[in-house]
């Protein structure tokens, strides 16, 4: 089952939502925001991307996904992927890497950001 953070959708927790806008340029938005802790980057309907900056990224255990999504958490908070979830996570299909973030989750099924 494909995992997302619990708060994604919690007004909140989120501090600003991006329409359109590139992955990349997601993360760099967060980085603007001291109190921004993770990034879900997901398409809605799809195709539209939509970016949610959190400043709080919920419980461990993340919530079912039922959206194309990745959940990354910024480097510098304590919010920890557990070791068992690790190989769940199929991330070939999603970017391997953003500068000072970590895949926690990736969303519903495969899909290029």
């Known amino acids: 089952m494909q995992r997302r953070f619990s708060t994604a959708f919690d007004d909140d927790a989120i501090i600003r939502v991006l329409s359109l806008t590139s992955f990349i340029d997601c993360g760099e938005a967060c980085r603007t925001y001291d109190e921004c ?17 959190l400043n709080d990224l919920g419980d461990e255990e993340g919530i079912a996904a039922s959206t194309l999504s990745v959940s990354y958490r910024r480097d510098g908070f304590d919010f920890i992927i557990p070791e068992e979830r690790e190989d769940d996570l199929d991330i070939t299909s999603v970017p391997m890497t953003i500068a000072d973030y970590e895949l926690v989750f990736r969303g519903e099924q495969s899909v290029s950001f």
């Open 37 to 53: 802790k993770g990034i879900f980057f997901w398409l809605l309907n799809g195709f539209e991307e939509r970016c949610h900056l």
